[in-house]
């Protein structure tokens, strides 16, 4: 700025970044004003810019604008103004700190509603800070030499937020909530940060033209390698926000794998349970060593069948097996439980089975129970009902599925009827060190007449075997040619300085030869016009050097004694 009111004649181009972050800013609130949802939110996903930090650009578009005019002092207000209001943002964003200001310009629920709708978070808080202050130091007489390169490096790191803001929908920043909650930004606003830090690295060029480096600003390389880095961190953060959906998807596909299973093992359980039930129409006729045979068949080939009961059709227990841990279930009366009484009822209905989960079997324990009824032509003599232990179903899942190996991994089964009653949980154990709950993924299914809901959570480890770490090599990857592209701006501009000297220097040298030249082209005209007017006037010449009796004739000297110049030494020692 000061570089610019020196030279009254220097365009004042650099000005328009700045009136074009003040316009949005105006537009923003007039948009706020009357009621223009379009104008503060032209996309329903985008975080609609609150009325403080709409009001914290206009300030510091204005700044470098009044200043342009001759009013500092003035411009200097603005700029500080707007240090001030991202200041208290940020300490009301960031540190917690109360304060009931966020709806002095307009009540933004009443055109937008959700949670810190009018909140400036901590990122537009922390530029617009930022921004006052430095603006605030250019519009002043220059301090320091080298104060542009802090300007420079500022500026391009403004512009870099607003890259990142614009970008960040498309490469799943949603996902972070560091940056959800603190740092997102629209594409409006972040458009007009990219503008900002243009036109603040543009003033640092201005600031620096003193110097006249034919290289231009020695920090030229600063705003490549924030872009260089800054395009390299969006692509590792995308990079890595893949490899998280990639983790989540893996995990939703074992969960539903897990559901897929456990309804085949049901169902096993019950075509099981199923055959059994057709090899009897008429219980009471049926002995009870014929069927503990048969029980013990079935039962062996069961490994999570709690016990198998024969009932009458009045819903009483005729046989059990094992009777042994069952005693309470022989002769029990299914008909008094309201739950079974009703399963049985359904499977009768239904002449199929019927499945109820219950939290509390005679013997104490939580229970899947099957219901198969058996008739004789229409008449219904009676059923065969398994109870099934949940512990054994979800362990032989788990070893199919190689889970407890990956995943913290939580099942709970509950009443359909009745969700918030939980029957029976599964869970195994797993080390609670470097187990990210962030990572945890869950379900909810409907498995014959259950409620399975299933919860799983990556072990640290889980994933690397199918891991690229392309992440981590085009991390390095692109750090290093952000380096390496700083270097080559700055190798670059020295060998721009290098040529422009030796430039200088040979244009130096022509113009040394060229005064040469013309001196000794005037040397000799000046002996020719001499030789001339001695010949003429028949006039001789010597030089004579005492100290060393040296003396040179001229022809004329000769001549005029008679001689021929031809045959006479020009000088004599």
């Known amino acids: 700025m000061s570089s610019v009111r020196r030279n009254p004649a220097a365009p004042l181009a650099h000005l328009l970044p700045f009136a074009a972050v003040a316009l949005f800013g105006v537009f923003i609130l007039a948009g706020w004003w009357s009621g223009q949802v379009s104008w503060v939110q032209p996309r329903p996903y985008d975080p609609p810019l609150p009325a403080n930090a709409a009001l914290g650009l206009v300030l510091l578009g204005l700044g470098p604008v009044v200043a342009a005019i001759g ?85 391009s790191l403004i512009a870099a937020y607003g890259f990142t803001g614009a970008m960040a929908g498309r490469l799943g920043f949603a996902r972070f909530e ?65 490899e998280t959906a990639y983790v ?22 019950v075509e ?34 709690r016990v198998v009961s024969l009932l ?102 509950s009443d359909p009827a009745a969700p918030g009653r939980r029957v029976a949980s599964y869970g195994t154990d797993a080390p609670a060190d470097g187990v990210d709950d962030g990572l945890r993924q869950g379900a909810a299914f409907n498995v014959y007449n259950q409620r399975l809901e299933v919860s799983l959570t990556p072990l640290p ?14 991390l390095g990857s692109g750090l290093g040619v952000s380096m390496l592209l700083g270097l080559v701006v700055n190798l670059a501009q020295a060998a721009r300085r290098r040529q422009a000297a030796a430039e200088r220097n040979a244009s130096m040298l022509r113009a040394e030869n060229d005064e ?5 082209a005037q040397l000799k005209t000046t002996d020719d016009r001499l030789n001339l007017a001695l010949d003429a006037t028949q006039v001789g010449v010597f030089e004579w050097e005492v100290p060393s009796g040296h003396v040179i004739y001229s022809p004329s000297v000769w001549t005029s004694l008679g001689y021929d110049p031809a045959e006479m030494a020009p000088d004599i020692r």
């Open 248 to 269: 989540n998807d893996t995990t939703q596909l074992t969960i539903n794998s897990i559901a897929t299973l456990y309804s085949s093992e049901v169902e096993n359980q």
């Open 178 to 242: 560091f940056w959800y909650d603190h740092a997102r930004l629209g594409l409006g606003p972040s458009a007009a940060l990219v503008v900002l830090g243009g036109g603040i690295v543009w003033l640092a060029a201005l600031d620096s033209r003193g110097a006249r480096d034919p290289g231009g600003p020695r920090w030229l390389w600063l705003p490549v390698v924030v872009a260089g880095v800054t395009t390299t961190l969006l692509f590792h953060a995308a990079l890595r926000a893949r």
């Open 71 to 155: 009013f500092r002092r003035t411009a200097s207000l603005l700029a500080g103004c707007a240090a001030l209001l991202g200041a208290v943002s940020f300490a009301r964003d960031a540190l917690g700190v109360s304060a009931n200001w966020d709806d002095l310009l307009v009540r933004h629920e009443r055109l937008i509603a959700g949670a810190r709708i009018g909140q400036v978070n901590a990122g537009i808080a922390l530029v617009l800070a930022g921004s006052g202050v430095l603006l605030a130091w250019i519009i002043q007489p220059r301090t320091r030499a080298r104060r542009s390169v802090l300007i420079a490096l500022s500026g």
């Open 461 to 474: 480890g889980t994933g690397d075997r199918n891991r690229a770490f392309l992440p981590t090599l085009e």
């Open 272 to 305: 099981k349970l199923g055959r059994l039930g057709l090899r009897w129409t008429e219980p009471e006729t049926v002995s009870e060593d014929a069927w503990q045979a048969e029980a013990r068949a079935y039962f062996g080939g069961t490994p999570a069948c």
């Open 516 to 520: 040469r030249r013309r001196v000794e």
């Open 312 to 413: 009458t059709a009045d819903r009483r227990a005729r046989w059990v097996w094992p009777k042994r841990g069952n005693e309470v279930a022989e002769y029990f009366d299914h008909g008094a439980v309201p739950a079974r009484r009703a399963a049985a009822d359904a499977a009768t209905a239904a002449r199929s089975f019927a499945v109820v989960p219950l939290p509390d079997a005679p013997t104490g324990e939580a229970v899947l129970a099957v219901y198969v009824p058996m008739f004789a032509g229409d008449r219904l003599t009676g059923f065969v009902v398994g109870e099934f232990n949940f512990a054994p179903i979800f362990d032989r899942v788990d070893r199919r599925l190689n889970i407890s190996a990956r995943y913290r991994f939580l099942a709970t089964i």
